[in-house]
């Protein structure tokens, strides 16, 4: 039997951990699959050894808090796949955690992979050195990750995103709104406010403020929140009856969060994998975010472009307001969300513009990642 030992800590690792599961396990069903992951990766089979919820953090401070429990997580895992010896290790993004654990079991001779290319393009370039150190491959979302990774001696694939393969290229907002009960012709506005309670212990009460100022400015418009687990539901929900909001018309959707994009004019989405699903649904977008002062103070002197949301990383511009930290008020979050849904020319033009963007991506993911890994699997 062959082993291939994978760890993803985020929900959008646990995506691309599933697809990649099902891939590559329908070229090998030889192949046994263990690790850490989340519900999609057991779903698909994954002998999970640690809730993937622990590494689930963002921001220093955020991991300053749970460091001594991460760091157990890791040595024991390590300790694991040093004496087990996988043929195969790849670590799902999470590069803090998964590069280091690379670094370790690759010089031990475990092949190894790292999928998802850290934004080294964008802050922290100097982690390209450990990369190049514990990566054996590099298996990179958008086109101009490769050619960059190579020129500092890494070997890179390009795979595509699998989201653009999973999501339809002419999304059906008609059919979905009706599917949701939602009125053909009010305003819809989507919220996404984080797949982590830890997010939303920054943005949920701005988010529900947000949802107050532009209620005010449009009585008629719907609210559509979904959210991926019952703590960000709980927290959500305190944050509602703490800003005495409840008589807002929001659905609160347990997932679902493609069909709340297809069905929004437009949305308010907490910065990272979410904003690239609204440019792929073509739901034009603000984009926000908030963390711990430290945090933030720290990350903004490491970074290098303006701009931090995939969609405008990948347009090269400001395409979509971004409004982080002190800028991200329920003031100025409900202004930008009131002039995309007033302005029809804006949102045709972004419209157009993801489209693009979804057609650049899709790959032909699954066969190209599959690939790869049985590549670098069999030597």
């Keep these: 039997m062959t082993t291939v030992a994978l760890v993803a800590g985020e929900p959008s690792g646990d995506l691309l951990g599933a697809e990649l599961m099902a891939s590559v396990g329908a070229r090998r069903p030889d192949i046994r699959f263990c690790g850490i992951g989340g519900p999609r990766m057991r779903a698909a089979g994954l002998d999970c050894w640690h809730p993937m919820e622990t590494l689930a953090v963002r921001g220093y401070v955020e991991v300053l808090r749970r460091y001594r429990e991460i760091l157990a997580v890791r040595r024991r895992l390590v300790s694991r796949l040093s004496r087990d010896k996988p043929d195969l290790f790849i670590g799902i993004d999470a590069p803090d955690f998964n590069l280091e654990v690379e670094r370790r079991l690759r010089s031990t001779g475990v092949r190894t992979i790292h999928y998802v290319c850290p934004s080294i393009w964008a802050w922290r370039g100097e982690r390209v050195k450990l990369l190049k150190e514990a990566a054996d491959r590099v298996l990179a979302l958008f ?130 994998t979410a904003t690239l699903e609204a440019a792929l649904l073509r739901c034009p977008m603000v984009i926000t975010y908030r963390m711990a002062d430290w945090s933030w103070r720290l990350m903004r002197g490491k970074g290098y472009l303006p701009y931090g949301g995939l969609p405008n990383i990948l347009a090269g511009r400001f395409v979509v307001p971004e409004l982080i930290q002190e800028h991200a008020t329920a003031e100025n979050l409900a202004q930008a969300l009131a002039n995309l849904i007033d302005d029809q020319a804006v949102r045709r033009d972004l419209s157009e513009l993801f489209a693009q963007m979804h057609r650049d991506l899709r790959q032909g993911s699954a066969e190209r990642t599959s690939s790869a890994v049985l590549e670098v699997l069999e030597g």
């Design 143 to 272: 086109p101009f990750e490769k050619p960059l990774l190579e020129g500092h001696g890494v070997r890179a694939t390009y795979v595509g995103h699998p989201l653009a393969d999973l999501l339809p290229e002419f999304p059906d907002r008609d059919a979905t709104r009706d599917r949701l009960r939602l009125p053909v012709t009010a305003p819809v506005i989507a919220l996404l406010p984080g797949s982590r309670d830890g997010e939303l212990q920054y943005m949920a009460d701005l988010f529900v403020d947000t949802a107050r100022r532009l209620h005010a400015r449009l009585p008629d418009a719907q609210f559509l929140v979904p959210l991926v687990s019952r703590e960000t539901r709980t927290r959500f929900e305190r944050a509602l009856y703490e800003r005495e909001a409840q008589g807002l018309p929001l659905q609160i959707l347990f997932g679902h969060a493609h069909a709340a994009l297809t069905a929004a004019d437009a949305a308010l989405v907490a910065s990272g």
